[in-house]
């Protein structure tokens, strides 16, 4: 890819309209000579042999130091003022490429897009070249990517703590309409973001045993004696708010071996013993997720989950101390937010280090423990909800073992004292998991170990009091509360949008990024057939270039007019890509019988990733990819239908595709989607949501109004009902022809000719099994798809509606969620943009 600077770099797409203010040509110039001061003295190059790589290096380079000088006052101001502080712990961080975000937060944006040019090169083709940082699975990493950047913008004095994978979420090929994984390797070139700080190294115990010593007053004493410690060190990475204002860290942790080899085996010979410490050791932040069908699998995650906990800890109570001074104002200066179960170890590991390190007595302790920690829980889908094995726990990490038996008994013993103590209830309370192996219920421990509980939507949030943690809520009534979700415009708007953002500033003014909710001022104007005409055309630029991107990718050419209907999320059976797929069928095969009729042209968009041993998402996978090659080649669809399945979704190509969008499919099992995160992302780009009242789309319903959501299905309660009755889908076939001819073409091999069983077992799952109730919903899916239909073909009245939706996503912002997580749960300031 060597390209020669005086050859123009052109991006693959159409480059997205600048925003239109003219950069001062002293700034450009100055933006400029730094630049080529990093080429040349960081990646030592000169420009007739920079590469773009080369480029984007020194481009991030000199950005970076912008950062750094507002990070370094940030931090400062922070010590000085002696401020409370937030730490997200997650395990996943799935931030995606930096250098706009960097650019346009800085607000820099133009005036390095003019330096570049007069260099030759185009920012556009630097930012493609910029790996995505995929250090998460889907909306739980995106959301605390997303926080993180509103927690800078309100400027909350927040670290983010994680893991820094040596490899994200596995690359995503498609071959032969199959799913295959390949190895992402986002460090391979270097990343000019991070900073590692060889001096911030913990060490981190496993196993081993524990010594019961005897205090002079009598007390018993436990001391942890780990069988094997593994490094933690630090790296950092500036995460900038909006204008800049406020710079917060992202410090990921990578494991290493206490020594890089054993000497005295090498030099004996054995060259792959030497290194087996470090192979071990450093397997830990290997890779993201890894695998837990197996036990060495499961093993590993623990260790993971255990291993960044107790590093972050160690680090905030070193920062604690070094600056408070004294262990028990812990909770007054630190609020500890646990992004789901992944991090509840750390529950356990704060009381260690209380009880055993500062000899805090037990109840004392579990005070600070309590208001200093909370929990968000993001799913409640059983097989989601983690629990470990307690011989695994036993053998890993015995003393938190012992900690947790005796938390549980500690609670065991007071709910035990009220009224309705029958076994069941308790057996329903205890941490421990009786019922198929003794096994340690993460989600209990941080319910317990926290003083707030929250969910992701409103009807999430209200299900959780009645599922999962209908006991624990009980014992504790009020701890759980609700945080709906959100998005940050910057990234999802600004970013991803720059022409209907320039278009949207021009109504409202340019304080868009700074408060959202003044994006009200523009639902007048979707009677204003001048304003709509110029968002339909946005619109439509946006999906001339998602069409350019689709045929690189994968050959197929779309028509920009035809209604682009969208449904890109991981792919899960409870997401039900599967009734997008039956929809597809039935339209196809009703064009083909009635050719003449007048179809509204459209292109079904699927992406997603199906995790790697999930066999049925497999399947589905595969069923899109074959049933767009079938329909996609007949001569009789006339290219009236086209469908699409993108490889290797991540959250560049989302900002791709969202606002090219016009339908946003959000048609989740109502009950099961605890929010959705692209619902807000597609609405706020002017999308119409076909989608069930499931998650945060109730809310969407209620911001944007019934006339402007195309709302289909079965409810939550409906959902419920209907299960204890039986998961059959068998009547509902029969009830609908349209449905049972879809699933006997499928079922008979019209879309897999060379294998006509291949989907016997989706069809037999549907037909006999179908929990996520498909069939249950398709006739409702299929004619709120015919509404969408007859909308489509009144412009006026779509026009109107998207414009509707636009204007009312302003509470969806992320900065709304994060102000009242730090209100009500962080008890810290914040400072909205532009008033520091
Ligand atoms: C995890 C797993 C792991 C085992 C197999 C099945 C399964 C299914 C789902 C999950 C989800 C893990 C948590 C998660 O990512 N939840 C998502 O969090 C988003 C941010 O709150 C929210 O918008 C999504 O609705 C929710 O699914």
Redesign the pocket.
């Known amino acids: 890819m060597d390209v020669q600077a005086d050859a123009p770099l052109v991006a693959d797409a159409a480059a997205p309209a600048a925003t239109g203010q003219v950069p001062a040509a002293a700034e450009v110039a100055e933006i400029r000579d730094r630049i080529l001061e990093k080429l040349k003295h960081s990646v030592s190059k000169s420009v007739g042999s920079a590469t773009p790589h080369d480029w984007f290096i020194a481009t991030a380079l000199s950005v970076r130091d912008k950062i750094v000088e507002s990070w370094l006052t940030s931090i400062d101001t922070a010590k000085k003022t002696g401020r409370k502080r937030v730490y997200y712990l997650s395990l996943e961080f799935l931030i995606g490429r930096l250098l706009i975000d960097a650019l346009t937060n800085m607000e820099l944006i133009d005036q390095t897009r003019a330096a570049l040019a007069e260099l030759g090169v185009d920012l556009e083709a630097l930012r493609e070249v910029e790996p995505d940082a995929a250090l998460g ?4 990493g995106r ?1 605390a990517a997303c926080f993180m950047e509103s927690m800078a913008t309100l400027s909350i004095a927040a670290y983010g703590y994680g893991i820094r994978y040596d490899h994200g979420l596995f690359r995503q090929r498609i071959k032969d309409g199959r799913q295959l994984e390949y190895p992402e390797d986002w460090l391979s070139y270097g990343n000019p973001w991070e900073f590692q700080r060889p001096e911030l190294v913990y060490g981190v115990g496993f196993s081993g045993h524990i010594e019961t010593q005897t205090l002079p007053d009598g007390e018993l004493k436990q001391v942890w004696m780990p069988g094997e410690t593994v490094q933690a060190l630090a790296y950092d990475t500036p995460i900038a708010g909006w204008r800049g204002a406020h710079i917060n860290t992202l410090r990921l942790w990578a494991a290493r071996a206490a020594d890089p080899l054993r000497l005295d085996k090498f030099n004996s010979g054995d060259h792959v013993g030497a290194l087996m410490d470090q192979v071990r050791a450093e397997s830990i932040s290997k890779v993201l997720y890894p695998g837990d069908t197996s036990p060495a699998g499961q093993e590993l995650r623990l260790r993971q989950e255990y291993f960044f906990a107790s590093a972050s800890l160690q680090d905030l109570v070193r920062r604690h101390m070094s600056l408070f001074g004294d262990i028990k104002t812990l909770a007054d200066k630190a609020a500890i937010q646990l992004n ?1 179960t992944h991090p509840a170890i750390a529950v356990a590991e704060l009381m260690h280090i209380l009880v055993d390190r500062y000899d805090i007595p037990w109840n004392k302790s579990w005070a600070i423990t309590k208001a200093t920690f909370s929990y968000t829980n ?2 409640l ?1 059983p ?2 909800l983690e629990t470990w094995p307690v011989p695994l726990m036993e053998r890993l990490l015995p003393r938190h073992m012992q900690i947790i038996y005796l938390i549980n008994a500690l609670h065991l013993e007071k709910v035990g004292k009220g009224p309705d103590a029958s076994g069941a209830r308790l057996a329903a309370l205890s941490l421990i998991d009786e019922s198929h192996g003794r096994r340690v219920r993460m989600g209990h421990l941080a319910f317990l170990g926290s003083h707030k509980v929250n969910g ?1 939507s409103a009807l999430h949030s209200d299900l959780m009091k009645t599922t999962v943690f209908r006991d624990l809520e009980s014992v504790e009534p009020g701890k759980i509360t609700n945080k709906t ?1 959100g998005i940050t415009f910057r990234r999802w708007l600004k970013e991803a949008n720059p022409s209907l953002t320039s278009l949207l500033t021009e109504v409202v003014g340019d304080t868009l990024l700074d408060d959202a909710t003044i994006l009200e001022k523009v639902a007048p104007y979707a009677d204003d057939s001048a304003f709509t005409e110029r968002y339909a055309a946005i619109r439509r630029a946006n999906k001339v270039a998602l069409s350019a991107l689709v045929r690189d990718r994968i050959g197929v050419k779309l028509d920009p007019d035809a209604l682009f209907d969208v449904h890109i999320k991981r792919i ?1 059976e409870y997401k039900r890509q599967i009734l997008n797929i039956l929809e597809t069928v039935a339209i196809f095969e009703e064009i083909r019988a009635q050719s003449f009729r007048e179809w509204i042209p459209r292109v079904k968009i699927f992406a997603g990733k199906a ?1 790697a041993s999930y066999t049925t998402a497999k399947l589905i996978i595969q069923l899109a990819n074959d049933v767009g090659k079938v329909v996609n080649s007949d001569p009789t669809v006339r290219g009236l239908l086209k469908v699409v399945f993108l490889p290797n979704y991540n959250v560049s190509l989302a900002e791709r595709i969202i606002p090219a969008a016009d339908l946003s499919e959000q048609i989740s099992t109502a009950g099961m ?5 692209g619902n807000m992302k597609f609405a706020l780009n002017g999308a119409l949501t076909i989608g069930t009242l499931d ?1 945060a789309n109730v809310e969407i319903l209620e911001k944007v109004g019934a006339p402007n959501i195309f709302i289909f299905g079965l409810t939550a309660d409906q959902v419920e009902a209907k299960r204890t009755q039986g998961i059959s889908g068998q009547e509902a076939i029969a009830r609908s022809q349209r449905l049972s001819e879809a699933l006997e073409s499928i079922a008979s091999g019209v879309f897999s000719p060379e294998q006509p069983d291949r989907y016997r077992p989706l069809v037999d799952a549907l037909t006999y099994n179908d929990f996520f109730l498909v069939t249950a919903d398709f006739d409702s899916y299929y004619n709120t798809q015919r509404d969408v239909f007859k909308r489509w073909r009144d412009k006026k009245s779509w026009w109107r509606s998207a414009v509707i939706n636009t204007s009312n996503m302003g509470w969806f912002s992320s900065d709304r969620t994060i102000t009242e997580y730090a209100q009500e749960i962080w008890n810290v300031p914040t400072t909205p943009p532009g008033r520091n």
């Open positions: 699975n889907g909306g739980l959301l789901d993001h799913t889908l097989e989601a992701v979700n899960h995790a989607e605890a929010s959705g995160t998650g």
